[in-house]
């Protein structure tokens, strides 16, 4: 924090008071990211515990901050790299979490919370792995796995809103369960490609030298 003091001192204080109001405002969307890992526990909490109303309107909230910290971001410039990283950590442990206690509550399947849990574990284990290799994998989104978070998303959205106001979507649910599966291990497969590809690569041109 800057001192009072170096504004009146400093002939520049004008411009470093500026300098200091345009981080205040960067950092707004990190801090809403934030606030909404900060949702994950409670989320995981009311779940486990059948307070199954609430947990659903966490959940919306988490989603309308994710979509808050998004458009601020790109409206006001105000992107960051620790936001480049936040959130979509902050995304991803909130879907984690709350398909890991579907599954506790018995509200899902065993089998797609092992599937969702198990992509995210291997993927974070083959991006380490390169990065302790010294051959950094760049892990670009990709169309598969964008519809794999869709439909993680829908899922849980669909699963919670059932079970809070007994809305008798077990067909969908159903469905959706299959969809997200079938998805879940396309993606992975998708990135798999992609980093053996990569680190093939590597290993081939470290040869040649």
Same mark, same amino acid.
């Given at each position: 924090?800057?001192?009072?003091a170096?504004?009146?001192?400093?002939?520049s204080?004008?411009?470093v008071?500026?300098?200091?109001?345009?981080?205040?405002?960067v950092?707004?969307?990190?801090?809403?990211?934030?606030?909404?890992?900060?949702l994950v526990?409670?989320?995981f909490?009311?779940?486990?515990?059948q307070?199954?109303?609430?947990?659903f309107?966490?959940?919306?909230?988490?989603g309308?901050?994710?979509?808050?910290?998004?458009?601020?971001a %790109?409206?006001?410039?105000?992107?960051?790299e620790l936001?480049?990283?936040?959130?979509p950590?902050?995304? %991803?442990?909130?879907?984690v979490? @709350?398909?890991?206690a579907l599954?506790?509550?018995? %509200?899902?399947?065993s089998? &797609?919370?092992?599937?969702?849990?198990?992509r995210?574990v291997?993927i974070? &284990?083959?991006?380490?792995?390169?990065?302790l290799?010294?051959?950094p994998?760049?892990m670009?989104?990709?169309a598969?796995?964008?519809?794999?978070?869709?439909?993680? &998303?829908?899922?849980?959205?669909?699963?919670?809103?059932?079970?809070?106001?007994?809305?008798?979507?077990?067909?969908p649910?159903?469905?959706?369960?299959?969809?997200?599966g079938?998805?879940? @291990?396309?993606?992975?497969?998708?990135?798999?490609?992609v980093?053996?590809?990569?680190?093939?690569?590597?290993?081939?041109?470290g040869? %040649?030298q």
């Open positions: 924090m800057f001192p009072l170096a504004f009146r001192a400093s002939p204080g004008a411009a008071a500026t300098v200091y109001k345009v981080h205040s405002r950092s707004i969307p990190n801090l809403i990211t934030l606030m909404r890992v900060i526990p409670v989320v909490w009311l779940l486990v515990t307070q199954l109303k609430a947990a309107l966490v959940f919306v909230l988490a309308i901050s994710d979509g808050i910290d998004g458009f601020l %790109k409206r006001f410039h105000w992107e960051t936001g480049a990283y936040l959130d950590i902050a995304d %991803k442990l909130l879907i979490c @709350i398909f890991i599954g506790v509550t018995d %509200k899902l399947p089998w &797609i919370v092992i599937a969702v849990v198990s995210d291997l974070v &284990i083959a991006v380490v792995l390169s990065w290799l010294g051959h994998t760049p670009r989104p990709i598969v796995s964008k519809a794999n978070t869709v439909a993680q &998303i829908v899922l849980a959205a669909v699963v919670l809103a059932d079970e809070a106001f007994d809305l008798k979507l077990k067909g649910v159903f469905v959706l369960i299959w969809v997200t079938g998805l879940t @291990i396309a993606s992975l497969i998708a990135y798999l490609r980093w053996l590809r990569h680190m093939t690569l590597y290993e081939s041109t040869s %040649k």
